[in-house]
């Protein structure tokens, strides 16, 4: 009987210590690629304004195209950029209508500066804790005022929304 509990004994000892070996190195790799970076308010400000200005001039250099490539390279862009483009009308916005106050601040001075025939300015904002928008005016010779049926370069400016994740990946 002794001989019969040993040999089982062994048995589940044998059974129980054949644990596979898991290779940790692939994980290793892949967890390497995922650092947590720190970044202050200041910092993500930074890179806002950073790829808004680059965002502006890549659209302000379109010359000599036509409208459809024009379309496309926004569209590109949109996906280079990580970024949502709009491009607003001053005249059609109901400030009333928007919820967030910061979003309702800025739509309230690009409707001060369209009234007063005035080239809307370049502006980075926190609009809430993950979003930010770059927004900026369009020149009087902007290829998009010929390819629409537009009022004034004064009357519409570019809205660009970033995630503070795509802002922060960007750095």
């Known amino acids: 009987m002794r001989a019969i509990s040993t040999f089982f004994l062994l048995v589940i000892m044998m059974a129980c210590s054949n644990v596979d070996r898991l290779d940790t190195a692939d994980i290793k790799r892949k967890m390497d690629n995922y650092k947590i970076k720190k970044v ?8 806002l304004n950073t790829r808004g200005k680059d965002l502006k001039n890549e659209i302000e250099g379109f010359e000599n195209i036509t409208c459809a490539q024009a379309r496309q390279k926004v569209d590109s862009l949109s996906k280079v950029y990580e970024v949502t483009l709009e491009l607003v009308d001053i005249s059609a916005i109901d400030v009333s209508q928007v919820k967030n ?30 979003t930010y928008v770059y927004s900026f005016g369009l020149n009087e010779q902007a290829p998009t005022l ?10 519409y400016f570019w809205k660009a929304t970033w995630t503070q994740a795509n802002l922060i990946r960007s750095m």
Not at 40 to 47: E, K, L, N, P, V
Not at 107 to 126: I, L, P, S, V, W
């Open 40 to 47: 202050s308010s200041a910092q993500i400000m930074t890179q």
């Open 101 to 130: 106050d910061k979003e309702k601040l800025l739509y309230e001075a690009y409707t001060y500066d369209f009234r007063n025939a005035k080239k809307a300015a370049e502006n980075g904002q926190k609009i809430d804790e993950s």
């Open 146 to 155: 010929k390819c629409e049926e537009m009022g004034p370069h004064f009357q």
